[in-house]
């Protein structure tokens, strides 16, 4: 069987919380900055900028980590990053922010660290794809574009809706209110 919500005509804006469920959607809700809001990674590993690509130290190719950023926090970052003719490199978890001042992010599988030094180094017999510009990072506004609708009008809210929602950034939403029902009893009704 198809349930079918009753709306009134009222509405109210409510703060996102559980007491949502069940509730109706009553105007769409527009994702106001996309999502994600900056660059993040696809996957775990460092990323590295274009320009120090190709650098040599001592035969070998070589980056500093100068810190990490792991999903949902804001990072790391250390202040002594070592030799200064060493080119850096960040640590990045999926879905942790890709720095702007970085152009591109490779798998940690084809990389060695050094923990004493914080040296990262290509494993040897790896093979690198050749790097370019936002190679493995996911652009912000990608997965959910700026100004798009979301969820529309007469959507009941369950656990994914609020999900959705907290994902497109939305604080509150506007609902139908619930209806009331009476039920009055005159006595004549049993006969």
Sequence with gaps: SITIPLRGEKTNTLLLASTLNNRVISHDVVCEKGYPIYRTSILDGYAFRLTDWGFKTEGEQAWIVDGYNRAGERG????????????????????????????????????????????????SGARPPTPSKDLNVRLPGSDIPRKSVVLCSGQIINNVVMGLLSTSGAREVRVYQRLVVGVMSTGSEVR
């Design 76 to 123: 790391v970052y250390n202040k002594d990053k070592g030799n200064i003719n060493t080119p850096s490199c960040r640590y990045v978890t999926t879905g942790g922010r890709v720095p702007d001042e970085y152009d591109f992010v490779l798998p940690i599988e084809l990389f060695q660290i050094n923990s004493s030094t914080n040296v990262v180094k290509i494993s």
